[in-house]
């Protein structure tokens, strides 16, 4: 059973960082590609990062670019997202996921974790 657990949410004032982590099981970990989505109150789910199965291509959504940094590491089957300079918009609930694509979009992700929210004041 594949299992992906986040964590390293919290409150964070505008312009500070913050590091999530999600912790991934139940699968051969380096065979998956990776990706990071919000969802905000209200809103739908979108895009934020994405890295490949070795971790040599990345993919950002343009909101998060410059700010956020994905990253793996296949021999932990940890993957991370690095968010700096957070701004008040930055505030959802963040989910990570595996696809057996490397891909931006959430249909091709099969499974989720249960979300950690990020809380950025102004």
């Known amino acids: 059973q594949v299992q992906l657990v986040e964590s390293g949410g919290g409150l964070v004032q505008a312009g500070g960082s913050l590091t999530l982590s999600c912790a991934a099981s139940g699968r051969t970990f380096s065979n998956y590609a990776m990706g990071w989505f919000r969802q905000a109150p209200g809103k739908d789910r979108k895009f934020v990062a994405a890295i490949s199965r070795s971790g040599g291509s990345t993919s950002y959504a343009d909101s998060v670019k410059g700010r956020f940094t994905i990253s793996r590491d296949n021999a932990k089957t940890m993957v991370y997202l690095q968010m700096n300079s957070l701004k008040p918009e930055d505030t959802a609930v963040y989910y990570c996921?595996?696809?057996?694509?490397?891909?931006?979009?959430?249909?091709?992700?099969?499974?989720w974790g249960q979300g950690t929210q990020v809380t950025v004041s102004s």
């Open positions: 996921a595996t696809t057996n694509y490397f891909s931006t979009g959430a249909p091709t992700y099969d499974y």
